[in-house]
């Protein structure tokens, strides 16, 4: 069974950080392209970051580039999110994502404000 499950979200300070993880199961996680979205308050979704099986190749959302950093442990099949000087924009609910048979974690809340 395919699962996928996010911790590491709260509340933060504008300026603050945050490392989100997700912990893969069930499918050869070192094999596969890997993302993470995010859903703002007002229900949109949004594509946050993307990187490559094998770590090498990585995307993000044009708003986060240079604030996070997308990486992966494909030893421990585990997916990271590490987000540096956060801004109340950023607040969302975030998931994890594995693109090849469209499977979503169940979310984590991030939560920006002074």
């Known amino acids: 069974q395919v699962q996928l499950v996010e911790s590491g979200g709260g509340l933060v300070q504008p300026g603050g950080s945050l490392r989100l993880t997700c912990a893969a199961s069930g499918f050869d996680f070192s094999r596969n392209l890997m993302r993470w979205y995010r859903q703002t308050p007002d229900k949109r979704r949004e594509f946050v970051a993307a990187?490559?099986?094998?770590?090498?190749?990585?995307s993000y959302l044009d708003s986060v580039r240079g604030r996070f950093t997308i990486s992966r442990d494909n030893v421990q099949n585990t997916l990271y999110l590490q987000m540096n000087n956060l801004k109340h924009e950023d607040t969302a609910v975030y998931y994890c994502h594995y693109p090849r048979f469209d499977i979503w974690g169940q979310g984590i809340n991030v939560t920006v404000s002074s």
């Open positions: 990187i490559s099986n094998t770590g090498d190749a990585t």
